[in-house]
């Protein structure tokens, strides 16, 4: 029996809610919907993708990049900055406590080589893709039983 391989068109429609899809790669986002999702913004380079969160007012220390199988987890607190208490506010737009977001990723990226760097309250993660495998010949040495 032969089977035959065909390429499917990923179309919008195929594409989850809350999901970035582009060449191998696809994000979904499963944030916590009980904590402040901060503003993300996800794009591809020849070298990998790259997820910038906006994080102003928080410091490194109150950041934690976690990798977990195929999900990338970011979470953390920012600290509330307030006028004090007997000030009286004639607009307060500004979110403090707690965030989270996650991404499950599926596709040619190596998690395990990810980098982030927050600078001036933006959070870059760089996850750098994997080379394509397919048709790539690879030469699997015979061994001798002695050779085990």
Request: aromatic share 4%; with cysteine; proline share 7%.
């Given at each position: 029996?032969?089977?035959?391989?065909?390429?499917?068109?990923?179309?919008?429609?195929?594409i989850?809610?809350?999901?970035?899809?582009?060449?191998?790669?696809?994000?979904?986002?499963?944030?916590?919907?009980?904590?402040?999702?901060?503003?993300?913004d996800?794009?591809?380079?020849?070298?990998?993708?790259?997820?910038?969160?906006?994080?102003?007012g928080?410091?490194?220390?109150?950041?934690?990049?976690?990798?977990?199988?195929?999900?990338?987890?970011?979470?953390?607190?920012?600290?509330?900055?307030?006028?004090?208490?007997?000030?009286?506010?004639?607009?307060?737009?500004?979110?403090?406590?707690?965030?989270?977001?996650?991404?499950?990723v599926?596709?040619?990226?190596?998690?395990?080589?990810?980098?982030?760097?927050?600078?001036?309250?933006?959070?870059?993660?760089?996850?750098?893709?994997?080379?394509?495998?397919?048709?790539?010949?690879?030469?699997v040495?015979?061994?001798?039983?002695?050779?085990?």
């Amino acid at each position: 029996m032969s089977r035959s391989t065909r390429k499917r068109i990923v179309t919008d429609t195929d594409i989850p809610p809350r999901a970035c899809a582009f060449g191998q790669v696809m994000l979904v986002d499963i944030s916590d919907e009980t904590a402040h999702s901060p503003p993300s913004d996800v794009h591809e380079t020849p070298e990998g993708v790259v997820i910038r969160m906006e994080l102003p007012g928080v410091s490194r220390g109150n950041v934690d990049v976690r990798v977990r199988g195929s999900r990338i987890e970011v979470f953390g607190e920012k600290p509330p900055d307030t006028a004090g208490e007997d000030a009286s506010y004639l607009c307060l737009e500004r979110r403090f406590g707690r965030f989270h977001r996650a991404f499950d990723v599926a596709g040619s990226v190596n998690l395990n080589r990810m980098t982030a760097v927050l600078k001036e309250g933006v959070l870059v993660l760089f996850l750098p893709k994997v080379s394509e495998r397919r048709g790539r010949e690879l030469r699997v040495p015979i061994l001798s039983e002695e050779e085990k």
